[in-house]
Every structure is written in C-alpha cells, then in structure tokens.
C-alpha cells in the first residue's frame, strides 16, 4: 500500500540542493513516472466503484462543479497523491468522479469520500472535513470542502452544494439543479457558519468597522462575485489581526 511512497520518497531524497519550487515539479515528474510505469489500473486510485449516471439533465443545467465535462486536477487519495487526474465533482452527492484511461479504454469510476483527503481541480483547492461541531448552528461539518481562504490567523471554507428538483414531462423525467452553497469561518479551532454581515461582526468584533465598510463599498462585488468579496474581506481581517497583535 505504501510502497510507491517510499520509493518516491527514496528518489526524491536526491533533490534537496534544488529550489522548492522545482522540488514541487520533480516529486510530481516522479509520482507521473511511477503511475505510468505501474499502470494507473494498479493503483490505489483504482479503489472506487464503476460510475453510473442516474438524472436525466437538460439545457446545460447539471450537478457539477463549474462544468459537465471532466477537468485536469490532483488529488490525494488514501494519503497517496495523483497527478493530472482527469475529474468532476458532483455537488448533488458530494462525490468525486474520475476517468481513468488504461489500455482497455476508459473507466469512470466513483471514488469512495472515506479515502478522498484533498484534491485540486480548475485551479480550486478542496479538502475533506470530518464530523466536527459548529459553535452557531446544530449541524455537524462534514464532507468536501473548497479553501477560500487560509491564513494562521484563521480559515474560510465554502460548502459546494447544488440542490435538485425532479421536473416530469409527457414523454420523460429530468432534473433540474440550483447552488445552494453555505460558508464556514475556522477560528481558534471551532467552526462558525457564516451566513450575513452580522455571523462576522460575532466572531470578529474588534473589527466591526472594517466588516462594515467592506459591506458598504462593495455591494456590486457581493452581487457579481460573493467568493471574491469574502476573500478580500477573509484577507482585510487577517491582515488586521495581525497588525494589532504586533501592536500588543
């Protein structure tokens, strides 16, 4: 199960004297050789359940991340890494979807969410949660999650959700999807559900003011592009904090 960890590990131990960044590339250019020479059909990202597809969509409206079609991504799965991975993620089930090509030909495969432990995908990054309680709301957190923001100060996570209705014609059934997205605040080790301007001030209020202005002079943001807006506004608070802590 490990031994493409080790071997890799014991190949890129060859590397140090090179710039981080191009360790990045080649411990990536080393697990790409190792999967082709070992076949991706004899790895562990082979470990998922062949993929069906069971709603009928239409016009273009569909229950995945950004598009219908499979995108390049990396994922980490079971603790060991994939790279250039073709994938979708399905925001309905919560489930990610891989095409796997091998010599036979294609294999869609669903991947089991109790291995998957984070993945990039059109450039976003997502990790998995895992049954932790939110301070302002009776649910747990739970499942996959896209990294808005990430700091030492404190984390923003978006919930990529899609919610469906079944819509039934003379001649067939189709579904029909609409986001119904939710965001969390992870500060000091406790989750917040972060629903309005006010779930903010709550956990922030040494920077009311500067919630409030945000808000105020970026209406036309928050209507066009809300992840925008809570990335800059995620970015403004962690710069402050860390301005009155040098203070202090």
């Not at 071997?7 to 890129?12: A, Y």
């Not at 100060?153 to 014609?169: H, V």
């Not at 928050?222 to 925008?228: H, K, R, T």
Request: aromatic share 16%; proline share 1%.
């Amino acid at each position: 199960m490990y031994i493409k960890y080790f071997i890799l590990s014991f190949l890129f131990s060859f590397s140090i004297s090179i710039t981080n960044s191009q360790n990045t590339t080649r411990l990536k250019n080393n697990y790409l050789w190792f999967d082709k020479q070992v076949g991706i059909e004899n790895t562990g990202l082979f470990n998922g359940l062949r993929y069906e597809e069971e709603f009928r969509m239409e016009n273009d409206n569909h229950k995945f991340y950004k598009t219908l079609e499979f995108l390049n991504g990396d994922i980490i799965y079971d603790r060991q890494p994939y790279y250039d991975i073709q994938m979708k993620y399905d925001l309905f089930e919560d489930q990610i979807i891989v095409n796997l090509i091998t010599k036979s030909g294609n294999n869609i495969l669903k991947l089991l969410n109790s291995k998957i432990n984070s993945f990039t995908i059109n450039g976003s990054e997502f990790i998995k949660l895992s049954n932790s309680s939110i301070i302002n709301s009776n649910e747990m957190i739970s499942g996959i999650f896209e990294t808005l923001f990430n700091s030492t100060d404190f984390s923003l996570y978006k919930k990529n959700k899609k919610k469906a209705k079944k819509n039934i014609t003379k001649k067939y059934i189709y579904y029909t999807f609409k986001e119904d997205n939710q965001y969390y605040c992870y500060l000091r080790k406790n989750y917040y559900l972060i629903k309005s301007k006010k779930d903010w001030i709550k956990i922030f209020p040494n920077q009311k003011k500067e919630i409030q202005t945000s808000y105020n002079k970026n209406k036309l943001l928050i209507q066009s592009d809300y992840d925008i807006f809570l990335k800059q506004l995620s970015l403004k608070l962690s710069n402050s904090i860390a301005y009155n802590t040098s203070l202090n």
